[in-house]
């Protein structure tokens, strides 16, 4: 719950009234450090941890039952920079087996992140860079909370 504090005060979002016009959600990987070498997340699908392929099934549920307009992928490249992003692996989860992905869903990576202190500011940034009124609900393994 803290990277969610941490967000509402860093952004301000917790002075907006009830005029929500964006369902935002932010999706937390989980790196390579918990039980994924390297070596481990370059072999399997999508480049991502069981968390974060769960956190993509997540974002893929909201978007079917319309209860998202966006999406926001936080984790960088924490298999090296040679693999793609475990955001990127997220996202491919995601759209995977859905070819009539709704346009108007926006998709955002934050790949820069490899640690929970560090997906809280690049989200920041990003939402920053964007302030339509949202609202904001996180996925996420228990350990970033």
Not at 26 to 44: A, D, F, P, Q, W
Not at 87 to 100: I, K, S, V, W
Request: with cysteine; proline share 3%.
């Amino acid at each position: 719950m803290a990277i969610v504090n941490s967000l509402i005060k860093t952004i301000g979002f917790d002075r907006i009234p009830n005029m929500i016009e964006r369902r935002t959600l932010i999706v937390l990987g989980e790196n390579c450090r918990l039980g994924y070498s390297r070596e481990r997340l370059r072999r399997v699908r999508f480049n991502s941890s069981v968390w974060s392929r769960l956190g993509a099934r997540r974002a893929k549920e909201s978007v079917k039952g319309g209860h998202v307009d966006e999406i926001i992928f936080s984790v960088g490249h924490v298999s090296g920079k040679d693999v793609i992003s475990e955001a990127q692996g997220m996202e491919d989860a995601m759209r995977f087996g859905t070819p009539d992905f709704p346009r108007e869903i926006t998709i955002r990576k934050e790949e820069v992140s490899k640690n929970t202190e560090g997906n809280a500011r690049e989200v920041a940034m990003i939402l920053r860079e964007n302030p339509e009124r949202r609202r904001i609900e996180l996925a996420a393994p228990r350990f970033h909370l």
